[in-house]
């Protein structure tokens, strides 16, 4: 039997993006003009539409953050509206990938938040079948990674950080599934208190 591998796991929200959503226009003319844009030229743009800006420059950002990571290694990325999930071997990696990503975003003034876990994560299938009337997606994983990164980011804790659930936290000084590095020596977390400790 098959089981599925332990990865280090993050899990990226936008946050604010319900709100934004109910109160502009969604602008889908711009939206795939920006990739378009972002595509062949690299352009940057910054729309009026705080909802179009918001999630453009979200996107934007973590396919940078994705595109340097995986210079250096290997990782799976599943990305889906206003969040993304991104899985890989060691955990600085998954934390470096974090901190660039939430730098970037703060320079722009876009507001996320990170959860990052330790788990098990497997990528089972993805299917994407697109008629001229509409479409069936479907992106099939799951892993215990997957289930502690969405839960530490919605474990209580407000503001714009990166949080380490317990699974993480345990690794830092565990050389075993988290080698020596000089960037695991910077890592700090907080705790997650009442209600939200339990996630």
């Not at 003034?109 to 697109?130: H, L, M, N, T």
């Not at 892993?143 to 993480?168: D, F, N, Q, W, Y």
Request: proline share 5%; hydrophobic share 40%; net charge negative.
């Amino acid at each position: 039997m098959q089981v599925a591998e332990n990865r280090a796991v993050m899990f990226v929200d936008l946050l604010g993006f319900a709100s934004l959503t109910e109160q502009h226009a969604l602008e889908l003319e711009r939206i795939k003009g920006d990739r378009l844009l972002s595509l062949r030229f690299g352009t940057v743009f910054s729309p009026d539409n705080p909802l179009t800006r918001a999630f453009t420059s979200f996107h934007r950002s973590l396919e940078s953050t994705i595109d340097l990571a995986q210079m250096s290694h290997s990782l799976t990325a599943i990305t889906f509206s206003d969040s993304a999930f991104v899985a890989t071997t060691h955990l600085f990696e998954v934390v470096n990938m974090a901190a660039y990503l939430i730098q970037r975003l703060l320079q722009q003034r876009i507001p996320a938040r990170v959860g990052v876990a330790y788990g098990s994560f497997s990528a089972v299938r993805f299917r994407s079948d697109v008629a001229v009337d509409g479409g069936d997606h479907a992106a099939h994983f799951l892993g215990t990674g997957v289930v502690r990164s969405h839960a530490t980011e919605i474990c209580g804790i407000k503001g714009l950080r990166i949080l380490l659930h317990p699974s993480a936290a345990s690794l830092l000084d565990d050389p075993t599934p988290n080698p020596p590095h000089p960037d695991k020596d910077g890592l700090r977390y907080v705790e997650c208190s009442g209600e939200g400790s339990s996630n």
